[in-house]
């Protein structure tokens, strides 16, 4: 393996790890942001902001998941098969 093929592939792992991981967080800073908003207006209890954030993540897990999925097992596949060629 060169190093620029080790390069390579380092590269996809993080963009892969960023793809998979963006839709989740994302969604839980929105419902973070929406219930900071909320409860300042409002005064409410700060602890009460975790179940948004939760819902909100598990939204996007149930909405984007499939994708993520398949992301995830297309690189492993390719992985596996250039696997011989890796090593060499």
């Known amino acids: 393996m060169t190093s620029a093929t080790a390069l390579e592939l380092i ?6 790890t960023l793809y998979t991981a963006l839709p989740p967080l994302a969604a839980a800073f929105v419902a973070a942001l929406a219930a900071g908003y909320i409860q300042t207006r ?3 209890d700060a602890t009460i902001s975790t179940v948004p954030k ?7 897990l149930l909405i984007f ?3 993520m999925a398949q ?3 297309d690189f ?3 992985l596996w098969q250039a696997l011989p060629q890796i090593i060499r």
Not at 54 to 60: D, E, I, N, S
């Open 42 to 44: 409002t005064g409410g």
């Open 54 to 60: 939760l819902l909100a993540a598990g939204g996007a």
């Open 71 to 73: 992301l995830t097992s």
């Open 76 to 78: 492993w596949i390719e």
């Open 65 to 67: 998941g499939a994708w």
């Open 11 to 16: 590269q996809r792992m993080l963009l892969l």
